[in-house]
């Protein structure tokens, strides 16, 4: 019969329990720093224009757009195309500032660890 009451060693007794409980507290930390950041994170603005800034859009950390901006000069009725054009440019540049802000953000808490389903 093996000593140690048949746990391998290292699962058993205090010492491995010691070692599950600080994991389970830097985790919790880590959670509750995850939690801070994206609260902190969902309340900045990100802004992004195009056309040279006949079209401007902004946008929180939440990817709400907040405020979207058409100068006069940028409305040609004969040239819708090129205003919707300048307009989805705007909302996806904006949108990829707030998801790079994201993944900086993240790749901070984590050391660069790779946690599917984060953010």
Do not use: C, H, Y
Not at 9 to 38: P, S, Y
Not at 97 to 114: D, P, S, V, Y
């Amino acid at each position: 019969m093996a000593r140690g009451g048949g746990f391998p060693r290292g699962m058993g007794g205090m010492g491995g329990m010691g070692n599950m409980n600080n994991m389970i507290k830097q985790a919790q930390k880590m959670q509750e720093e995850m939690i801070k950041a994206q609260e902190a994170l969902n309340e900045q603005e990100f802004e992004a224009s195009v056309g040279g800034g006949a079209i401007s859009v902004k946008a929180n950390g939440k990817k709400e757009i907040i405020e979207l901006t058409i100068s006069p000069d940028a409305v040609d009725p004969d040239d819708v195309e090129m205003l919707q054009d300048m307009i989805v440019s705007a909302v996806n540049e904006v949108l990829r500032k707030t998801e790079e802000a994201q993944a900086n953000n993240l790749k901070g808490l984590t050391g660069g660890l790779n946690i599917p389903g984060l953010f």
